[in-house]
């Protein structure tokens, strides 16, 4: 079972950045989609941006060109990714979920964001807040 833990969450005031981590507790190499999600308030979880053998990356509208995912390869041990997120609007705000399933579920990293399957691994969450 692959165990997957964030930190990095925090307030900050809009305009602000945050970086999030999220290490995994094995390997995950060219199987495995990396993700983030989050969850707002009453508001349905969404697909933030994905990574695929550490190059390959899709992000969602909302995010595009102020969050950047990135994949860690330094230690062999697991995997990290890294969500770096600039310019944050109180919008962003939500719990933040690192989430990791099998690429061979998806024609494309994109699907997975829109549409995870039940069989994924998930984090427990990190919160993100952004004051006006």
């Known amino acids: 079972q692959v165990q997957l833990v964030e930190s990095g969450g925090g307030s900050v005031q809009s305009g602000g950045s945050l970086r999030l981590s999220c290490a995994a507790s094995e390997i995950l190499g060219s199987l495995y989609y990396l993700a983030w999600f989050r969850q707002a308030p009453g508001k349905k979880r969404e697909g933030v941006a994905v990574?695929?053998?550490?190059?390959?990356?899709?992000?969602?509208d909302s995010v595009k060109g102020r969050f950047t995912i990135s994949q860690d390869f330094q230690d062999n041990a697991k995997s990290t990714i890294y969500l770096q997120m600039n310019n944050l609007h109180p919008d962003d705000t939500g719990v933040y979920y690192c989430a990791a399933d099998r690429s061979g579920f998806y024609s494309d990293p994109y699907y997975y964001l829109k549409s995870p399957t039940d069989s994924g691994f998930w984090g427990q969450g990190t919160q993100v807040t952004v004051s006006s």
């Open positions: 990574i695929h053998n550490g190059a390959n990356t899709r992000y969602s």
